[in-house]
């Protein structure tokens, strides 16, 4: 990316330096029903995702985690119950309203054991290098504006040995079902967005950034670009969604 003015967004092209604020401001607006649509609009299969995803990993008690872009904090929640209360997880985003939202769920649910927030872009981690035994990224990569800046960050606070884990929406692998999700993400995903989250254009940039994002063999391909080894992807419902793990050397 590096030598660009320019990069997308959504279907638009913008100013290089625009990206990161449009996308503070979606996640503003959204944060508030941020949780609520993900169960709308996936009919709560999101949740099963991430606990696919994190279980992929098989944590242990005692571990340091990182969960960039980790929002309102559903995959912390999940990495916290695999570490049996024992590690500590991070909490990082560059959205103040996200983590707001997810520190007061958390504390409601009484589950703040182990857990920081930190503020911060993807692009610049303030963490010294193989700091984590695992860093994590949910639904996150994708609203980044140098994707491979923040590849090669998650990779260096990694300790050697250590693993990456990314959660994303992907390529439907599955001809009949592409037609279904197409209609599906544009013909009624801004609508919930318009009458649930009262922002359309939020989940009209949801869609086409999703169908911006490289397909899973090009994301495996920045990844080891990155510096991660042993690269693999699993396909989640046909491919709507991909975890992709990388272990650093
Ligand atoms: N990981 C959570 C989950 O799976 O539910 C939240 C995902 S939400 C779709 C995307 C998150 O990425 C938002 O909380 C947003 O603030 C954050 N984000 C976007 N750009 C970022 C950046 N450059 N650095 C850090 N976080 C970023």
Known sequence: MTGQSTTHFGFSEVPLNEKVHKVRQIFDSV?????????????GVHRLWKRFAIRRLRLKPGQRLLDVAGGTGDLARLMQRELSGQGDIVIYDINAAMLEQGRNRLSDEGSLTGIRWVQGNAEQLPFPDHAFHAVTIGFGIRNVTQIDAALREMTRVLRPGGQFMCLEFSHVAIPFLRPIYEAYSFRV??????????DRDAYQYLVESIR????????????????????????????????????KV
Request: glycine fraction near 10%; proline fraction near 3%; charged fraction near 15%.
């Open 212 to 247: 911006r994002f490289p397909d899973q063999e090009q994301f495996a391909a920045m990844l080891r670009e990155a510096g991660l080894y042993q690269v693999r992807h699993h396909n989640l419902t046909g491919g709507i969604a991909a975890v992709h793990i990388g272990v």
């Open 31 to 43: 944060a508030g029903n941020y949780d609520l649509m993900n169960d709308l609009m996936s009919l």
């Open 189 to 198: 995903l801004p609508e919930i967005g318009h009458w649930v989250a009262k």
